[in-house]
């Protein structure tokens, strides 16, 4: 579904990305992890075209990025994405930060969106926030109601950038439940964090990178049990505490 | 459009060019000299309304917001008129026929504390920035209000503020123009008795702008060098 | 020094109004001017387009580096020049006002729509907004409720800053104190009370706008 040929990007003299390739399948649940700086995020931010990429291709649903002739825009609808710090809009309540691009971009009624936002937030358990401004919602009731804005659109795939991250360690598991759901409903995903117990249960396929490079990949019992790679071993090491 | 000769000879010709020099002189002085003084009270002010102690406090904020909610130029018109009306007789007679450049010091005196009320604003908002854990590992080793202040906060409020006090140099700069309504003979008087006895207007006001436009770019250049001289790596004093 | 006299101001009181009417008047024109003025260039500086960016840098930079004073003489040489005819002070002072408050609005616009992170922006795009649907429903809201503060404190200014119109006659309401005083000689009485009508009203306005700022932190 997600084909992604030797892309490469650069700053200058510092290279965030280094020939990277990899393909995702329909249905998949990828995790991506490794230390700061390794251009995970980067990555994720060039799936969907937020970020450009100076050399190869990826190509979502049989269409390039690179082609000038894709609508990006359109693009994006097949894709929703969640942020490390949640980017609800501040000015807008919870039900209109769900339905408002639903309304302007699908153009489907005010009560059909809104109808489906009050489903959606159902689901990631907090139907009676709807009313509320973000800043009245703790951080994870903020990241759920972010993952529901994003799935709002009816995507394809769901990319998440480190989800979790900026969490209190009690919310983690709150969102990381939702995101189990997701996954076990058949949503390809692409997640880049750090949540290894997460990854254990529902990732297809794990991949390790550092300094832009993808390192190792591995299905989650070869990945942990058997890391072919010293780094990706003094990585796990030093993350799984356990 | 009128009809119009542009002269611009008029800036450096005889005796106009030495006008212009003569003002661009008095401009830099009164510029020096109030920047310097607001620079110290405004520190002191504005350090005084962040300490704990009420009374001071609210003599700081009172002074911030008289001297920034009248115009300048209403201030000082009220230095330059009224205030010598308060003096005793002699005094006044003193002031206006002893002392040399009257009309210099009395604007020294409303523009140092209309700009000193603006510094004091920024070194307030530069201080309540820090950390309130700074204060208290200052004062845990020891350290009494005073020292915190002197060794620890003020230090670190400078460099925090340097941006916003170059914004304000070149203010005082530029408020010095002001200074022409009370016949002090810097670079915009000079430019308008240029004009009097021209009629070159554009050429005689495009000239005093060409000035103020250089010291604009020389005070941005040397405080950008001040700021590297002062700078703390991992500080960040710019947005 | 004698005593006090404040008669001079209740017998002067409806030509010091028509002054400080005239005031209002030279800052409404400022601030509305101005503003929409600013609006225009503080976008310009956002923009990739050279030929829009650097026209508008130039302006807003020119006009920030000079004296107001200055400016105002210089449209009191230019504007009856451009317009082939004497367009009499008011006309000049407003001219003035309006253009060069503009650079400052304009930096307060480009600051204030800046401020607003750049994963906004991307949170905005990742559902399939446009770059006209994102600036319009996510941007500019809330770049205008953090805007208002300064927008405030800068409307506030001009009205300090149309004293200045004092230097090429316009009747505002310090050159009408200055005028009073020419005939009576009550420096002390004019000039306290213009000072503390023009406290009065600044205080006012600056108040409202740290509540303004108070109540948005927390409405967010």
């Not at chain 1, 759920?144 to 209190?168: G, H, K, N, Q, Y």
Request: overall charge neutral; proline content about 4%; charged content about 20%.
């Amino acid at each position: 579904m997600i084909e992604i040929q030797n892309v490469s990007k650069w700053f200058g003299n510092f290279r965030v990305l280094e020939n990277v390739s990899e393909t995702i399948e329909k249905g998949q649940v990828v995790v991506i992890c490794g230390p700061s700086g390794a251009g995970k995020s980067m990555l994720c931010k060039c799936l969907n075209g937020l970020e450009p990429f100076q050399e190869g291709d990826i190509i979502v649903d049989g269409i390039s990025l690179n082609d000038p002739s894709t609508n990006l825009i359109k693009l994006r609808q097949k894709m929703g994405m969640v942020f490390q710090r949640f980017e609800l809009y501040p000015h807008m309540k919870i039900l209109q930060n769900i339905t408002i691009a639903p309304i302007k971009v699908l153009k489907i009624s005010q009560e059909a969106a809104e109808k489906k936002a009050l489903e959606l937030l159902e689901r990631v358990g907090i139907p009676e926030q709807a009313q509320k401004f973000p800043g009245n919602l703790s951080g994870g009731q903020q990241q759920r109601v972010a993952i529901a804005r994003a799935l709002a659109m009816e995507p394809e795939i769901m990319l998440f950038d480190e989800p979790t991250s900026a969490l209190d360690p009690e919310m983690i598991k709150e969102v990381l439940d939702v995101m189990i759901d997701l996954a076990k409903s058949g949503m390809t995903m692409v997640v880049v964090t750090h949540e290894m117990g997460f990854a254990r249960e529902v990732a297809d396929e794990i991949i390790f990178m550092e300094r832009g490079k993808i390192i190792e990949r591995g299905t989650d019992v070869s990945f942990f049990k058997n890391p072919k790679s010293e780094r990706t071993k003094a990585f796990l090491d030093k993350i799984l505490l356990v | 459009m009128l009809s119009y000769d542009f002269k611009w000879s008029i800036l450096w010709a005889d005796p106009y060019g030495s006008w212009m020099l003569q003002g661009i002189w008095v401009t830099i002085q009164l510029g020096l000299i109030c920047w310097f003084i607001a620079l110290f009270l405004g520190t002191l002010i504005g350090t005084l309304r962040v300490t704990p102690w009420k009374p001071f406090r609210l003599f700081a904020t009172g002074y911030t917001e008289l001297f920034r909610d009248i115009p300048l130029l209403v201030q000082l018109f009220f230095w330059y008129f009224a205030a010598p009306r308060i003096l005793p007789h002699s005094w006044e007679m003193y002031l206006y026929r002893e002392i040399p450049n009257s009309e210099f010091w009395i604007v020294v005196i409303g523009l140092s504390l209309y700009t000193s009320s603006r510094v004091a604003e920024h070194i307030r908002a530069g201080m309540q920035s820090i950390p309130d854990d700074q204060y208290n590992a200052a004062l845990s080793t020891g350290f009494t209000q005073f020292q915190t202040y002197r060794y620890v906060i003020i230090p670190y409020a400078i460099r925090l503020v340097i941006p916003p006090l170059t914004t304000e140099c070149l203010t005082v700069f530029k408020n010095t123009s002001l200074a022409m309504t009370v016949a002090v003979l810097e670079t915009t008087f000079m430019s308008q008795q240029i004009e009097a006895y021209t009629f070159h207007g554009i050429e005689a006001t495009t000239g005093a702008c060409v000035v103020y436009m250089i010291i604009t770019l020389v005070v941005v250049m040397i405080m950008g060098l001040v700021e590297k001289r002062l700078a703390v790596p991992g500080l960040i004093t710019r947005r | 020094m004698g005593t006090f006299d404040w008669k001079v101001i209740y017998d002067n009181f409806p030509f010091l109004m028509k002054g400080l009417l005239t005031t209002f008047e030279l800052a409404v024109i400022g601030i509305t001017g101005g503003l929409l003025l600013g609006i225009l260039v503080g976008m310009a500086r956002l923009s990739s387009n050279k030929i829009i960016y650097y026209p508008a840098t130039l302006f807003v930079n020119f006009f920030r580096s000079l004296p107001l004073l200055l400016v105002i003489f210089w449209f009191y040489f230019l504007v009856p020049l451009l317009a082939g005819r004497p367009m009499g002070d008011f006309f000049s002072a407003s001219v003035a006002f309006v253009i060069f408050e503009a650079s400052y609005f304009a930096e307060i616009i480009r600051a204030g729509i800046q401020s607003i992170s750049k994963e906004q922006m991307q949170a905005a795009y990742s559902t399939g907004f446009t770059y006209g649907q994102t600036m319009r429903y996510i941007i500019i809201p809330q770049a205008l409720r953090n805007m208002v503060p300064s927008l405030l404190t800068q409307a506030v200014v001009v009205f300090q800053d149309t004293s200045l119109a004092y230097v090429i006659g316009v009747k505002e309401f310090l050159r009408s104190a200055s005028i009073v005083d020419a005939r009576e000689m009550r420096s002390l009485e004019l000039y306290a009370f213009i000072g503390v009508v023009y406290f009065i009203f600044c205080y006012s306005m600056s108040k409202l706008s740290k509540r303004l700022e108070a109540k948005k932190g927390i409405a967010k």
